[in-house]
């Protein structure tokens, strides 16, 4: 697995969709969360799992 999981054109327009100001946070939250979950590939439906986990 690389260091830093590929992320879906889809996850990633969904990434804009957050905030500037704590983007590059969440980004590593959810670089985070697919990396404990050994995923390679980073879809919207892990981004919504670390929305729904981080309270947002």
């Not at 999981?5 to 969440?26: C, Y």
């Amino acid at each position: 697995m690389a260091d830093s999981p590929r992320w879906t054109p889809e996850a990633k327009a969904k990434l804009k969709d957050i905030p500037f100001f704590v983007r590059v946070q969440a980004r590593a939250r959810i670089e985070h969360l697919a990396r404990t979950a050994e995923l390679d590939i980073i879809t919207v439906a892990i981004v919504e799992q670390a929305r729904l986990e981080f309270g947002q």
